[in-house]
C-alpha cells in the first residue's frame, strides 16, 4: 500500500533578511505582508505573485493537505529565489537561508512535510558541497532549474552536478524557469502558460539528445515538473526528426522515445485527457502526483485530476504515492488517503473498525455552532439544514464530474456506449438527489419567522451568495458568471477552486463536445451566437429523431432536461421559502431579496434541449 504524496509544490518562509543589503546589490525577492495571512512576493519594486499563509504556516498547510487528502508534500523553494546569475558566494548564501528555513517549517509538519533544497548551480563544486550537507541534514533531494544561463542540462558541469545526485541518492526535480522569449510574451501570463511548456521540454530533450542520459547512472531519479511540458505531446516529432535527419540526432546512442524510462514526471496538466496521454507515452510508473500548490496556477484540490480520472485503481495508486516513494527513496507502508479521509489510520492499531470510526461520527456532530446567545432552539435545524444541502451539493459535484469524463471518454468512440450508459445512470443519482433537496425546504418552514428572527442579525454578513459549492454546481453545468466571484473575495481557496471550475469544460461543453467529436453537431467557424445555438439544438433534435439508433443518447439528453427542470424547483421552493421566512426583506448578502431571487429562475443550464422541443412540434 502507499502513500498520496505530492511531489511538486513551494514554500516561503514568513520573513527572510533584506537580501539586497546583506549582498549590497538590486532586486533581491523580498515578501510584503498585506493583511493577515496573505502576502506579495516583490523582487526589488516589482510585483511577482500574491501568496497566502499555507506557504509559510505548517498549520495551514497541513488542515489544507487534510482537506485533500495528501499525506505527505515535499516542498521546494520558488525558481525566483535561484539566483543563478548572481555571484556564487551569494547565491549559496541565500540558497543556505532557505534551505534551513525549508527544515524548520518541515520539523513543525507532524513527519508529513519534507523538502528538496536548492543549489548555486553557476558552480558545481559549491552545488555538490550545499547539495551533501543538504542531504546529511535531512533534505530528499533537490529541484533545480531547467537551465543556467546559456547553459542546458546536458552541460558537462551540470551532468557532474546530477552524477553526485545520483551518488548522495537525492532526487531531483528540474522546474522551468528564465524563459526564452519573454520579450515576445510581455502579457497574459504567456511566459507560464507558453514558456515554461517549452522550456521544460527544452530541458528534457537536451538531456536525451546531449548524451547526458547516456553518461549518467541509471539509478539517477530525475523528475521534470508540470507533466514534462510540451515533452509527451510532441515526442512523435522529435522522434520523425531523429529518424529521418542525422543533423536533429544529437549524440544519444538510441532513439529518444527509448529514453522515457529514465525520468519522471509529474500530474500537473490539469486535463484528464492530457494526464492520460502522458500515462500512455510515459507509462504508470513514471507519473507522479505534482500539484504546484499553494500558487494560483496549481490544482486547488490537489490529486483531485488523478483520482476523478478513469485510470484504473492500480494507476491511480501508482501515481498518487507508489511512485513517489521510488522516486524519493521512501519505503513507507500506510494507505493511500482519499479526499476528505484524515491521515491519521481511521481506525487505532488493533482496534476494530465501528460504524462511528468509519464515518467520523464524532467529529461530523461536532460541526454545529450556533451563535445566538442564548442559544434560539431553532438554530441547530438551520445550521443542519443548510450543512445536509452542502453534504448532497458535494456529492452532486462529485457525480457531475465524473458525468464529464465519461461523456469525454464517449464522444471519442461512438460505437461504445459503456460511458454513455454510465452518464445517464450518474445523471440519474443527481436527479434524485436534487429532487431530495426541493423537499428538504419544508423541514426549515417548520420553523416560525419570529423564531428565524430571534437569530438572524447573528448571521450577517454571511449569506447562501457565499455558498461555495452551489455557485461550483452552476459553473459546472455551464452557467458561468464570473461576476459572483466577488461574493468568496473573503476565502481565496473557494475563489480559486471557482476560477478553475470558470476555465475547465463545463457539463455543457462536455455534452456538445461528444455531439461534435461523433458527427453529429456542425458549427461553422464564423457562424454568429444564435447560429450556433440553432445547430446545437438541431442536434438534438437529430437524436430524439431516430430513437432506435440513439435511446442512450436520448437518456442523457432526457436526465439532463430533469436536472435543470429539478433545479429550478429547487430556486422556486427556496424563493417560497424565502418569502415565507422572511417576506420581501432584503438579503443578508446584500440582494433585494425574493424579488432578486426570482430573476434566478430563467436561468437554464441545457436551453438546447428546450429548444428541441420547440423544434420538434414544428
Ligand atoms: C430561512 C431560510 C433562508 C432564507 C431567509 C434565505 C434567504 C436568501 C436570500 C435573501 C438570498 C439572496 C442573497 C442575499 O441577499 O443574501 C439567498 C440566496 C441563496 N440561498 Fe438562501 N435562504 C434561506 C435558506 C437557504 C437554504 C436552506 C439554502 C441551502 C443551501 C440556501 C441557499 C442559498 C443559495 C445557494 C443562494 C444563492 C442563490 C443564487 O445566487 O442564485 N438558502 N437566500
Not at 493537505?65 to 521546494?76: A, F, K, L, N, P
Not at 525549508?102 to 548555486?120: D, F, M, T, W
Not at 521512501?330 to 493511500?336: A, F, M, N
Not at 438527489?433 to 419544508?442: G, S
Request: aromatic content about 8%; glycine content about 6%; proline content about 5%.
Amino acid at each position: 500500500m502507499t502513500r498520496a504524496i505530492d511531489i511538486h509544490n513551494h514554500f516561503f518562509p514568513e520573513a527572510w533578511p533584506d537580501l539586497a543589503a546583506r549582498y549590497g546589490t538590486p532586486n533581491w525577492p523580498w515578501i510584503k505582508h498585506t493583511e493577515p495571512g496573505k502576502a506579495e512576493i516583490m523582487v526589488g519594486d516589482r510585483f511577482f505573485r500574491h501568496i497566502y499563509s499555507a506557504c509559510w504556516d505548517p498549520e495551514v498547510r497541513l488542515a489544507e493537505m487534510e482537506r485533500d487528502g495528501i499525506d505527505m508534500q515535499v516542498m521546494s523553494a520558488t525558481p525566483v529565489l535561484f539566483a543563478y546569475e548572481r555571484p556564487v558566494e551569494h547565491a549559496l548564501d541565500c540558497a543556505q537561508l532557505f534551505n534551513d528555513a525549508e527544515l524548520q517549517l518541515c520539523a513543525r509538519g507532524n513527519g508529513r512535510l519534507k523538502s528538496l533544497c536548492q543549489v548555486p548551480l553557476q558552480d558545481i563544486d559549491a552545488s555538490c558541497k550545499e547539495l551533501s550537507r543538504c542531504m546529511r541534514s535531512g533534505h530528499l533531494g533537490v529541484q533545480i532549474g531547467n537551465h543556467v544561463g546559456e547553459k542546458n542540462l546536458d552541460d558537462p558541469g551540470i551532468v557532474t552536478f546530477l552524477h553526485h545526485c545520483a551518488d548522495e541518492g537525492a532526487a531531483v526535480l528540474v522546474h522551468p524557469w528564465d524563459m526564452l522569449g519573454t520579450q515576445r510574451m510581455p502579457k497574459y501570463m504567456m511566459p507560464w502558460t507558453v514558456g515554461m511548456p517549452a522550456e521544460t521540454q527544452l530541458g528534457i530533450v537536451a538531456m536525451i539528445l546531449g548524451g547526458a542520459f547516456d553518461k549518467l547512472p541509471a539509478n539517477l531519479r530525475i523528475c521534470f515538473a508540470h507533466g514534462g511540458g510540451s515533452f509527451a505531446f510532441l515526442l512523435g516529432r522529435l522522434e520523425n526528426a531523429w529518424q529521418h535527419h542525422p543533423v536533429a540526432h544529437g549524440v544519444c546512442e538510441q532513439a529518444p522515445g527509448s529514453y522515457v524510462n529514465r525520468f519522471y514526471v509529474d500530474s500537473a496538466v490539469f486535463d484528464e485527457r492530457a494526464l492520460k496521454f502522458l500515462v500512455e507515452t510515459m507509462g504508470t510508473d513514471r507519473v507522479m502526483l505534482g500539484s504546484d500548490y499553494p500558487f494560483p496556477l496549481g490544482e486547488h484540490r490537489v490529486g483531485n485530476l488523478i483520482r476523478s480520472s478513469h485510470l484504473s485503481p492500480h494507476s491511480k495508486e501508482m501515481l498518487l504515492g507508489k511512485n513517489a516513494q521510488e522516486f524519493l527513496g521512501l519505503k513507507l507502508d500506510v494507505p493511500v488517503s482519499e479526499p476528505g479521509l484524515r491521515q491519521d489510520p481511521i481506525v487505532p492499531q488493533g482496534e476494530q473498525l465501528t460504524y462511528s470510526s468509519y464515518l467520523r461520527v464524532p467529529e461530523l456532530l461536532e460541526l454545529q455552532h450556533p451563535q445566538s446567545r442564548p442559544q434560539h432552539h431553532d438554530e441547530m435545524l438551520f445550521i443542519i439544514v443548510h450543512q445536509t444541502y452542502e453534504l448532497w451539493f458535494k456529492e452532486l459535484l462529485h457525480d457531475l464530474d465524473a458525468v464529464i469524463s465519461n461523456l469525454q471518454a464517449a464522444g471519442g468512440k461512438a460505437q461504445l456506449r459503456d460511458e454513455v450508459y454510465e452518464a445517464a445512470r450518474l445523471l440519474r443519482r443527481c436527479t434524485e438527489i436534487t429532487r431530495v433537496l426541493v423537499e428538504q425546504f419544508t423541514i426549515l418552514e417548520t420553523m416560525l419567522p419570529t423564531h428565524f428572527l430571534a437569530f438572524r442579525g447573528k448571521l450577517e454578513p454571511a449569506s447562501g451568495f457565499q455558498s461555495e459549492q452551489f455557485r461550483e454546481l452552476e459553473f459546472l453545468c455551464g452557467l458561468k458568471d464570473e461576476k459572483m466571484l466577488r461574493y468568496h473575495k473573503p476565502t481565496p481557496e473557494a475563489h480559486a477552486q471557482l476560477e478553475r471550475r470558470l476555465r475547465e469544460p463545463s457539463l455543457r461543453d462536455a455534452f456538445f463536445e461528444a455531439l461534435r467529436a461523433m458527427g453529429k453537431l456542425k458549427i461553422d467557424d464564423n457562424a454568429t451566437d444564435r447560429e450556433r445555438f440553432d445547430a446545437r439544438a438541431r442536434a438534438i433534435l437529430s437524436l430524439y429523431q431516430d430513437e432506435h439508433s440513439n435511446r442512450d443518447w436520448i437518456d442523457v439528453c432526457e436526465r439532463l432536461t430533469e436536472f435543470d427542470e429539478l433545479v429550478v424547483s429547487w430556486r422556486l421552493r427556496h424563493i417560497q421559502l424565502v418569502e415565507r421566512v422572511i417576506g420581501v426583506r432584503m438579503g443578508t448578502g446584500g440582494s433585494a431579496g425574493s424579488s432578486y431571487l426570482k430573476l434566478t429562475l430563467d436561468k437554464k443550464f441545457f436551453p438546447e434541449l428546450w429548444e428541441a422541443r420547440t423544434l420538434l412540434t414544428e
